[in-house]
């Protein structure tokens, strides 16, 4: 539907214009109504039309300075001139500033009906050619995004490779700045965030991220962004010429104020020391991935380290030896009481200590992690969520602490009550509660199988066996049970909870829900939205 709005300083005029724009069935809506240019305009900022229609001899700014405004404000709308009057300047104006069309009154409904298709077809070609350029920027933020990561992991090495894919995706600038810096950005509660705000969904949340950093970061001035391997933290290549230390800090407070603001995150950033070209970048990313690691376990807001700023500090013991075989001996029985008991003195010790870095937090959690493996084995692959790197680097606060480790405790305490249970139920219930928390990422049962070294066809047998459902059931059931959830809120749209639940395909999502349920998202949004 395009908006239109009708400007004349006659209220009969007006009416008449308006009502035959109504009469003409086009895909058309008169969304406002002003009796001169400078009403217009103001109108214009709330209401955002599509096309004006406008007469041009009216008081208080006339039709020549309101053509002129819009032609320099507002080029994406089209304008037709309806005037009773045919002088050369109303007709000179309309040619300068690129109107659509001009109709004389009285306005046959032929001349207004091919105006106005003139206008949409305009209108329509205008927002052909930006989507286009969206669509062209898009890729080529991708494109960027995908060299920086090869580069930063050493999986494009050859400097001359680097220097002629940085020409050709317009990086070089970077090249010849003389000298750069590395920003690795982490939200300390991005887990916490990710599932609470966005469903689980962290690729969303990094999508959020990003648009709020280059909104902060114009791209004329050569500084670029991507996301690290794991998809965790956010990096920024600063040039030292636009980037000092001012700029670059108020650009880190910006950034985290945004963040806190919008999503309640506290932002932790380690910053390397200067380098020139772009094959040194693994190492200016290594350095500033020692410099955020260095930042305080229990900081508060955004919290800043450079890897110049002094030495390296001494390790901070928080799990004695003694301790950790304490540790392990309570993992190897089972028992729960003494895991959350040794675990809980870690937690008290580490807050005696408010001088811990990050480093050293992930330290002791890594040897805790090893001690679980080493005394239960098999809980890594039950558990893969808790036992990967990710999940330990991503412990950034005490809340998160706290956590992992309650989360850990009540793992090993399953995992030892179901060592008896035959090995296919266990395999089955671990694909299950991955598809739990992964419901909403592009799963397959051949993807799956592949995972677990099984034969697809006995995987499905072995899947419908223990949970009497099968794969693509289980699957869709979740996504559905998930979306019923989000739809009883009118927070967000059809499609992006589509999106939310893994249905790129927003008229897909709609026949599976109607098929789960019995009721398009829109009825069931209606019928349950205020329960």
């Known amino acids: 539907m395009y908006k239109i709005m009708v400007v004349d300083d006659e209220a009969l005029s007006r009416k008449t214009i308006v009502k035959m724009i109504d009469e003409l069935g086009l895909q058309t809506e008169v969304i406002a109504e002003a009796k001169h240019g400078e009403e217009a305009l103001q109108l214009i900022q709330i209401n955002k039309p599509h096309i004006v229609v406008t007469d041009m001899n009216m008081p208080v700014m006339n039709g020549q300075q309101f053509l ?37 009154k009285p306005v046959a409904v ?22 286009e350029r969206k669509s062209s920027r898009e890729m080529m933020k991708l494109r960027r995004e995908d060299f920086l990561q090869h580069v930063a992991n050493k999986r494009i090495t050859n400097k001359f490779d680097i220097q002629s894919q940085a020409e050709e995706l317009g990086l070089a600038p970077v090249l010849s700045a003389g000298g750069y810096r590395v920003a690795v950005c982490v939200i300390r509660q991005f887990k916490e965030i990710s599932r609470t705000k966005f469903h689980g969904n962290a690729d969303l949340f990094m999508f959020c991220l990003e648009n709020i950093m280059y909104e902060l970061l114009p791209q004329e001035e050569c500084a670029w962004i991507y996301k690290s391997d794991d998809r965790f933290r956010l990096c920024l290549i600063l040039p030292v010429n636009a980037f000092q230390k001012k ?98 003195d870690f937690v008290r010790k580490l807050g005696q200590h408010a001088e811990a870095a990050i480093r050293d937090v992930h330290r002791e959690l890594f040897k805790i992690r090893q001690t679980a493996i080493s005394e239960m084995n098999g809980i890594a692959t039950a558990e893969p969520s808790l036992f990967d790197s990710q999940a330990v680097e991503a412990v950034l606060s005490p ?28 395999t ?30 006995y995987l499905s047998k072995l899947f419908k066996a223990v ?65």
Do not use: W
């Open 247 to 344: 700029r670059t800090e108020e650009t880190l407070l910006a950034f985290h104020k945004a963040v806190h603001q919008t999503l309640g995150g506290d932002v932790a950033v380690g910053i390397s020391p200067e380098f020139s070209g772009l094959e040194k970048l693994p190492e200016a990313y290594g350095t500033a991935i020692d410099a955020f690691e260095h930042n305080p376990f229990a900081g508060n807001g955004l919290t800043v380290r450079h890897a110049e700023a002094g030495g390296r500090a001494a390790e901070l013991e928080l799990l004695a030896s003694f301790d950790q075989k304490r540790l392990g001996q309570a993992f190897g029985s089972g028992k729960a009481k003494d895991m959350r008991g040794i675990m809980s």
């Open 68 to 104: 002129e405004t819009l032609y320099r404000e507002f080029s994406e709308i089209r304008v037709i001139v309806i005037s009773g009057y045919s002088q050369f300047e109303y007709l000179k104006a309309a040619l300068t500033f690129q109107a659509c069309e001009y109709v004389l």
């Open 467 to 531: 949970t009497d459902e099968n794969f693509i059931e289980y699957l869709t059931r979740k996504r559905m049970e998930k979306a019923c959830e989000l739809l009883c809120s009118p927070e967000r749209k059809v499609n992006e909870i589509a999106e939310l639940v893994g249905y790129e395909n927003q008229r897909y999502f709609s026949q599976v829900f109607k098929k789960f349920t019995g009721r398009t998202p829109s009825e069931y949004r209606e019928a349950f939205g205020q329960l």
């Open 110 to 131: 032929t001349e207004l009906r091919g105006a106005l298709n003139k206008a949409i077809e305009a209108v329509s070609e205008y927002s052909s050619r930006q989507q």
């Open 428 to 457: 089955v219930r671990q694909i299950a509660q991955y598809m739990d928390e992964h419901y909403f990422e592009d799963i397959g049962l051949i993807d799956i199988a592949t995972r677990h070294y099984m034969d697809p066809a």
């Open 399 to 426: 809340l998160e602490l706290r956590s992992f480790l309650d989360k850990l405790a009540s793992a090993a305490e399953d995992f030892g009550k179901n060592r008896d249970m035959p090995e296919s139920v266990q």
